[in-house]
Antibody
Framework: QVQLVESGGGVVQPGRSLRLSCAASGFTFSSYDMHWVRQAPGKGLEWVAVISYDGSNKYYAGSVKGRFTISRDKSKNTLYLQMSSLRVEDTAVYYC???????????WGQGTLVTVSS | QSALTQPASVSGSPGQSITISCTGTSSDVGNSNLVSWYQQHPGKAPKLMIYEDSERPSGVSNRFSGSKSGNTASLTISGLQAEDEADYYCCSYAGTNTWDWVFGGGTKLTVL
């Protein structure tokens, strides 16, 4: 069955960097676009970034563009999110998400909490 | 891209039906049949309930249905059950010259 397991979250000071990882299994990782979606404490969902199945296309939400970088390693079946210049408002649970038919989020990881605080 | 507009809360009694609206623009909800709905229980990851405006993934109860008219999509839950109490989010693909997705602010469903 599809499994997505995020890791790398934690407490980090504003302005610092952090890298999240998502280990994927149970499906052909290299055949699917992958996303990161986040949820601030007590708030709604916010789309963060997408990477195409082959890594050739990457797009970001305006709130993170220029600070976050999405990437993938097909040899490790792993998705990454490199976050730099972190802000207090980046505090959220970050979910790794697989897509169905390119446009819908059909499998979600359990999420990893990133807290940006001094 | 602005968030889609959903009511903050709705409620209903067991066995009743409720509808949650999701209003966007001609650039997102009204642009194509690419609206989806997600259910989220406290402390859990979201679950896909509806895609392509009105399609149900296998395993999702047929008590859940989706529809759309113009720039407003709707999720209807019939025969409310206690386990339906959760947060519900709509989402639309909003890309034109780029890839972009936008979520609604979420609706808290309370089963009375």
């Amino acid at each position: 069955q599809v499994q997505l397991v995020e890791s790398g979250g934690g407490v980090v000071q504003p302005g610092r960097s952090l890298r999240l990882s998502c280990a994927a299994s149970g499906f052909t990782f290299s055949s699917y676009d992958m996303h990161w979606v986040r949820q601030a404490p007590g708030k709604g969902l916010e789309w963060v970034a997408v990477i195409s199945y082959d890594g050739s296309n990457k797009y970001y939400a305006g709130s993170v563009k220029g600070r976050f970088t999405i990437s993938r390693d097909k040899s490790k079946n792993t998705l990454y999110l490199q976050m730099s210049s972190l802000r207090v408002e980046d505090t959220a649970v970050y979910y790794c998400v697989k897509v169905r038919s390119s446009y819908y989020f059909d499998y979600w990881g359990q999420g990893t909490l990133v807290t940006v605080s001094s | 891209q602005s968030a889609l507009t959903q009511p903050a809360s709705v409620s209903g009694s067991p066995g009743q039906s409720i509808t949650i609206s999701c209003t966007g623009t001609s650039s997102d909800v009204g642009n194509s049949n690419l609206v989806s709905w997600y259910q989220q229980h406290p402390g859990k990851a979201p679950k896909l309930m509806i895609y392509e405006d009105s399609e149900r993934p296998s395993g999702v109860s047929n008590r859940f249905s989706g529809s759309k008219s113009g720039n407003t999509a709707s999720l209807t839950i019939s025969g409310l059950q206690a386990e339906d109490e959760a947060d519900y989010y709509c989402c639309s693909y909003a890309g034109t010259n780029t890839w972009d997705w936008v979520f609604g602010g979420g609706t808290k469903l309370t089963v009375l």
